[in-house]
């Protein structure tokens, strides 16, 4: 396969970013439920994120009735948990639109990681996604995926019981197939620190040799962007 070229968003800093995701976000879903009438939308945890979803609760315009919202990942904490990504996106997001609670599809984690991965796999089906949201880890994970871990080369299941290096270390994730049949992927990436493990997923995904999660992300048919701020895209060139 021939190498890919990157389709990167750059942005002065993280403030910009978060404004720029977010029209985007609120675009994207303004302009799939005016053509097919339902977003599927998976949802990224992390710190990026929430400053994201607290903008996108005050756009106009958004049918949030014909929106069913999943997550990429989840920790094996229950729902009130202060590291629960769905308790994170609940508070930013969700309590504060009219998504119906049928459509707020939660990974289950209290259940442990593998009757909830097999409970969110029967939620999820086998519909593709429209879009979803990752982060990328100071070690290249992305999602519960993490390098070196053999969840990172599941090529059959939708969703799969994880292990993470850090606390808590059981998690419930989506796999690179599932991500990969998605409409759209994008990442939100910001700060220095992520600036050298970056440039080395770009440099990979740029020669066709994707060794971390993060690079091995390449959807079959729908697009892949990465929102980048310029602390964290300092180390690679001009934007593609």
């Given at each position: 396969?021939?190498?890919?070229?990157?389709?990167?968003?750059?942005?002065?800093?993280?403030?910009?970013?978060?404004?720029?995701?977010?029209?985007?976000?609120?675009?994207?879903?303004?302009?799939?439920?005016?053509?097919?009438?339902?977003?599927?939308?998976?949802?990224?945890?992390?710190?990026?994120?929430?400053?994201?979803?607290?903008?996108?609760?005050?756009?106009?315009?958004?049918?949030?009735?014909?929106?069913?919202?999943?997550?990429?990942?989840?920790?094996?904490?229950?729902?009130?948990?202060?590291?629960?990504?769905?308790?994170?996106?609940?508070?930013?997001?969700?309590?504060?639109?009219?998504?119906?609670?049928?459509?707020?599809?939660?990974?289950?984690?209290?259940?442990?990681?593998?009757?909830?991965?097999?409970?969110?796999?029967?939620?999820?089906?086998?519909?593709?996604?429209?879009?979803?949201?990752?982060?990328?880890?100071?070690?290249?994970?992305?999602?519960?995926?993490?390098?070196?871990?053999?969840?990172v080369d599941e090529q059959h299941a939708?969703?799969?019981?994880?292990?993470?290096?850090?606390?808590?270390?059981?998690?419930?994730?989506?796999?690179?197939?599932?991500?990969?049949?998605?409409?759209?992927?994008?990442?939100?990436?910001?700060?220095?620190?992520?600036?050298?493990?970056?440039?080395e997923v770009f440099a990979q995904i740029?020669?066709?040799?994707?060794?971390?999660?993060?690079?091995?992300?390449?959807?079959?048919?729908?697009?892949?962007?990465?929102?980048?701020?310029?602390?964290?895209?300092?180390?690679?060139?001009?934007?593609?």
């Amino acid at each position: 396969m021939a190498a890919r070229m990157l389709s990167v968003r750059r942005f002065n800093d993280a403030a910009a970013l978060v404004q720029g995701a977010c029209e985007a976000l609120a675009g994207a879903l303004r302009a799939a439920i005016a053509a097919r009438g339902v977003f599927r939308l998976a949802l990224a945890g992390g710190s990026t994120p929430r400053p994201v979803y607290e903008q996108l609760r005050l756009q106009t315009g958004i049918d949030w009735n014909a929106v069913h919202i999943y997550w990429g990942d989840e920790r094996c904490v229950g729902p009130n948990d202060p590291s629960s990504n769905y308790r994170m996106a609940h508070e930013a997001l969700l309590k504060h639109v009219a998504v119906p609670t049928t459509q707020i599809h939660r990974i289950e984690g209290e259940k442990g990681a593998a009757e909830a991965a097999a409970a969110y796999a029967r939620a999820l089906g086998q519909q593709p996604l429209d879009l979803v949201l990752l982060g990328m880890g100071g070690d290249g994970h992305t999602a519960s995926l993490f390098p070196g871990r053999p969840e990172v080369d599941e090529q059959h299941a939708t969703v799969v019981a994880a292990q993470a290096p850090v606390a808590p270390h059981e998690r419930v994730s989506l796999t690179l197939a599932t991500i990969n049949a998605a409409r759209a992927v994008w990442f939100w990436v910001v700060g220095a620190g992520k600036a050298e493990r970056l440039a080395e997923v770009f440099a990979q995904i740029e020669g066709d040799a994707p060794l971390l999660p993060a690079a091995k992300v390449r959807p079959g048919r729908g697009e892949l962007v990465w929102f980048v701020d310029e602390a964290a895209a300092q180390r690679h060139g001009p934007q593609a």
